[in-house]
């Protein structure tokens, strides 16, 4: 890019960073007042209910024009894929896990997060949501998962957490529809970030669990991108640190107050973590009134403490009344 186009980039985001818009977030996250219809893949029992995978049409349509063309070429991204495992008998509350970058495979995070424990030792209908991008979404034209969200690309990653934003309240509408059941959510890293927006907006949640959450997430990567020649080249041009947080403001959480009470905020971090570091979290804990926070050891990957989040998650939810645990 040149001093020049990045003016024009810039200029083309006012869609997303109007001050009116951020005021007013529902312009661009709202979900659709229909429910999706909702299609069964596959289902299967598990001991105490059925293993399902569900999928429905993404109810996302591009903000912007020039993206919109960009989303036409991507295959894949127009289906949402949600697997659920669900009681036989009424449970006390429901739990939609979401997973962080460049993942997605549900396999994985049933290791990662705890799902069996979660299902079976709390007895909560758990629900687990793959990202735009990933998994079973990654456009045949990527690399790999996650390669094109998040990215550097500002319009794009705008335009995938607004997708991702409508999809998960469109699910979480479905799900109280089927089952009206107290309902939160928990997700790692960008997961992590994503639960963090969700509570922000959605008043329908009971509680939020952001699991090594960056608090900005325009923040971490510039940070991270300190010796990158990209980033190198971007200040050269022109761009600041906090150009790029004001162009992704609109899905930032820190834009937002939270929309759940105090007491239903938990937020999870690790010893260990060098990519989401202390500094990266602490932002969020101040602006959740330094609610309830836990850290394990492990890092950001390795997360060799896990089993001790899944302890305090147990312990935070029997608090809440909606688990077999107290």
């Known amino acids: 890019m040149t001093p ?4 024009r980039s810039f200029a083309l985001l006012r869609c997303y960073t109007d001050p009116e818009v951020l005021a007013q977030p529902d312009r661009l996250f709202a979900p659709p007042k229909a429910l999706p219809e909702v299609d069964t893949r596959w289902r299967r029992p598990v001991r105490g209910g059925l ?3 569900y999928t429905f049409a993404s109810p996302y349509r591009p903000v912007h024009p020039i993206y919109a063309a960009e989303f036409r070429r991507y295959d894949k991204l127009d289906t949402v894929h949600l697997f659920a495992w669900q009681h036989a008998r009424p449970a006390r509350g429901s739990i ?3 997973h962080g970058w460049g993942v997605g495979h549900v396999r994985l995070h049933e290791i990662e997060f705890g799902l069996k424990y979660l299902f079976r030792d709390l007895g909560l209908d758990v629900y687990y949501y793959v990202h735009p991008f990933h998994w079973v979404r990654r456009p045949s034209s990527s690399r790999l998962s996650g390669e094109l969200h998040p990215s550097p690309n500002l319009m794009r990653t705008n335009e995938a957490f607004i997708q991702t934003v409508q999809e998960i309240r469109t699910a979480l509408g479905w799900i109280l529809a089927q089952r009206d059941l107290p309902i939160g959510m928990m997700g790692s890293s960008l997961g992590g970030y994503t639960t963090a927006l969700i509570a922000s907006l959605d008043p329908r949640l009971s509680f939020a669990i952001p699991v090594l959450p960056p608090a900005s997430l325009a923040d971490l990567f510039w940070e991270q991108g300190e010796s990158d020649p990209l980033r190198a080249h971007a200040e050269s041009i022109g761009m600041t640190q906090s150009r790029f947080s004001r162009a992704w403001a609109v899905h930032c959480p820190l834009t937002y107050e939270p ?3 105090h007491e239903a905020r938990l937020i999870v971090t690790a010893h260990g973590d060098g ?3 202390e500094k990266h979290t602490a932002p969020l804990w101040e602006h ?5 926070r836990f850290h394990f050891s492990g890092g950001h990957i390795l997360q060799v403490g896990r089993k001790a989040y899944h302890r305090e998650v ?4 029997g608090t809440l009344g909606l688990t077999r645990q107290r």
């Open 96 to 98: 939609l896990v979401t």
């Open 259 to 261: 929309r759940i009470p």
């Open 288 to 292: 959740w009134g330094r609610c309830r």
């Open 4 to 7: 020049e186009e990045l003016e």
């Open 51 to 53: 293993h399902t995978h």
């Open 275 to 277: 990519l989401v570091t």
């Open 314 to 317: 147990g312990d935070f939810l």
